[in-house]
């Protein structure tokens, strides 16, 4: 069966400092990748997503995301974090070209300190 | 409408009621899906929807569960007899189900059973 695992809970860091978080999934086939972020009162929204080629996904807001097939990962960097970066991001992954499987990390709760 | 959109925001209810949700898709969106938030265990994926059929429903916790969607646009999802542990956020989300595969997140329902 899938799985996503997100590795940190919850993340506090000051603004401009260097943001990863990790994402690992389990699934034997080909996949698609996801990152979704949540702001506070807000939907959640996309971030950037994976279908093929590049393995280096960029996303809005100076989001990046890197596919790894080998560690099945897809890490969420962002080089320079802002105070209104301050939400909860959500790894998700589902099949390649299925839209009904499609499972979610448990979140990583992410706090920017002005 | 312009987004997803969920009723009532929020609900209170007493133990041993029933209660019902609704999701709004995006007009057009063939896919609906419905999933449950609580606090520290991410989003559980609860039912798929392609238009009114629900070939997956293998994510409904229990048999007080259910849900139906008519006219390949409104979903309703059902509790019945909610106990304590359902509490949490409900939230739908649609999808054109053609090859981006994104999700339209709604606000989202917060049940709350006393």
Known sequence: AQSVSQHNHHVILSEAASLELGCNYSYGGTVNLFWYVQYPGQHLQLLLKYFSGDPLVKGIKGFEAEFIKSKFSFNLRKPSVQWSDTAEYFCAVSPMNRDDKIIFGKGTRLHILP | ?114
């Open chain 2, 1 to 114: 409408g312009a987004g997803v959109s969920q009723s009532p925001s929020n609900k209170v209810t007493e133990k041993g009621k029933d209660v019902e949700l609704r999701c709004d898709p995006i007009s057009g969106h063939t896919a609906l899906y419905w999933y449950r938030q609580s606090l520290g265990q991410g989003l559980e994926f609860l039912i798929y929807f392609q238009g009114n059929s629900a070939p997956d429903k293998s994510g409904l916790p229990s048999d007080r569960f259910s849900a139906e969607r008519t006219g390949g646009s409104v979903s309703t999802l059902t509790i019945q007899r909610t106990q304590q542990e359902d509490s949490a956020v409900y939230l739908c989300a649609s999808s054109s189900g053609v090859l981006t595969y994104e999700q339209y997140f709604g606000p989202g329902t917060r049940l709350t059973v006393t």
